[in-house]
Every structure is written in C-alpha cells, then in structure tokens.
T-cell receptor, first 115, second 113 residues
Framework: ETGVTQTPRHLVMGMTNKKSLKCEQH?????MYWYKQSAKKPLELMFV???????ENNSVPSRFSPECPNSSHLFLHLHTLQPEDSALYLC??????????????FGQGTRLTVV | DQQVKQNSPSLSVQEGRISILNCDYT??????FLWYKKYPAEGPTFLIS?????DKNEDGRFTVFLNKSAKHLSLHIVPSQPGDSAVYFC????????????FGSGTKLNVKP
C-alpha cells in the first residue's frame, strides 16, 4: 500500500468534458494538497485542505474545483479545461498543515492530457 | 517569482563517484528543507531533510548540507548507483499558518554504470 493513491493514472479529455481526479490517503493525515507539475517547471501548489476545510487556494482558475468530503479523500473536478492545463497532477498529504518540519507524502500522480 | 531554484536541469556521473545536486533559495524565512526523488511515472518520494538549525544531515549514502548565509543547500550521494538515476527536487518551507512547500524545478541525475 503506497499510502497516497491517485486515480486514474492517465486521463485524456476534451475541452468540453467534465472529469474528476481522485486521491485517497491511508496515513491518518489531516492535510491534503493538490499540486500541478508542468514540464520543466517547479511543482505548483493548487489547493490545501486541512481537516476537510479548504485553507488555501493559489489563484487557481475556477475550471478546477476541489472537493474534500473527509480527511482521507480529495477530489479535483475538472470542466472546460484548456490544452495548457495538460500536466501531471499530484496529490499529497501531511500530518498537519501548520508547522514547518512536516514532510509531504505524494501519490503517483495523474497524467492529464487535454485535447 | 521562484523562491527555490535548481539551476542544473541535468547531471551525469559515473557509478561509484559522488553526485552533488545544488539548490538555492531566496526567502530567508525558510527553516526546513527537503529533497524528493522522483522516478518516471511516479510521484515524488521523500528522501532527506534538514532543519535550519543544522548545517548537515546524513542518512546512509545521502548527505544534505545547508549554508544559510549563502541560502544554498546541496545533496551529496556517495557512492552513486545506477538506481539513483531519477529527478531530484529540492523543497523548502517555513513558519506560518500553512505548511506550504516551495519546490525547485528538479535536476535529472543519470548515474552511468
């Protein structure tokens, strides 16, 4: 068991489609994150959830809509995406949101291609 | 504005030699630094970390050095092995309300047999 599991691993969608990415963590962590990794760019933090409440939204376009129904599950709902949204989307979790000395555990990512 | 930078996109070393991966940061408030390793088609996995109260942390073949005055850290791998070939990300975080991780763009390490 990897600890943080993401599905699907690969997704191809048209610009008019609606799809969702799923993340599940089995580590008992209180914080979950969505990151975007584009080619040759730093990982970009998109959303932070702490105890199922969104605590940070890094100016992400509204075509990305997160949902955290409980502390173990995190979704990223996608609609009317653009080709430039094609990237690797990584979910992560950590014990808590506050504090500096906490490492994040990452899922394997969803490779998204928007056509 | 990129607060964590890895200026070398790639590095190639011979098996058994030392690999040195570098990372620079601009925010003096950062107080905890991490290295992640990423294989193709997998998410990054935590490798080693260092708190700003230290200047060195060692774990087996991996050692991280922190130079706060230069805002520079480095990861040393000795001896390098072909299985170490991956992309290495430097990350930093600091005190505050949110445990936000700032990542570099990564350095691709290739260890040649």
């Amino acid at each position: 068991e990897t600890g943080v599991t993401q599905t699907p691993r690969h997704l191809v969608m048209g610009m008019t489609n609606k799809k969702s990415l799923k993340c599940e963590q089995h580590l008992g962590h209180n914080a979950m994150y969505w990151y975007k990794q584009s080619a040759k760019k730093p990982l970009e933090l998109m959303f932070v959830y702490s105890l199922e409440e969104r605590v940070e939204n890094n100016s992400v376009p509204s075509r990305f809509s997160p949902e955290c129904p409980n502390s173990s599950h995190l979704f990223l709902h996608l609609h009317t995406l653009q080709p430039e949204d094609s990237a690797l989307y990584l979910c992560a979790s950590s014990q808590d949101v506050q504090g500096g000395d906490t490492e994040a555990f990452f899922g394997q990512g969803t490779r998204l291609t928007v056509v | 504005d990129q607060q964590v930078k890895q200026n070398s996109p790639s590095l190639s070393v011979q098996e058994g030699r030392i690999s040195i991966l570098n990372c620079d940061y601009t925010n003096s408030m950062f107080d905890y630094f991490l290295w992640y390793k990423k294989y193709p088609a997998e998410g990054p996995t935590f490798l080693i970390s260092i708190s700003s109260i230290k200047d060195k942390n060692e774990d087996g073949r991996f050692t991280v050095f922190l130079n706060k005055s230069a805002k520079h850290l480095s990861l040393h791998i000795v001896p390098s092995q072909p299985g170490d070939s991956a992309v290495y990300f430097c990350a930093a975080t600091g005190p505050g309300a949110f445990n936000k991780f700032y990542f570099g763009s990564g350095t691709k390490l290739n260890v040649k047999p």
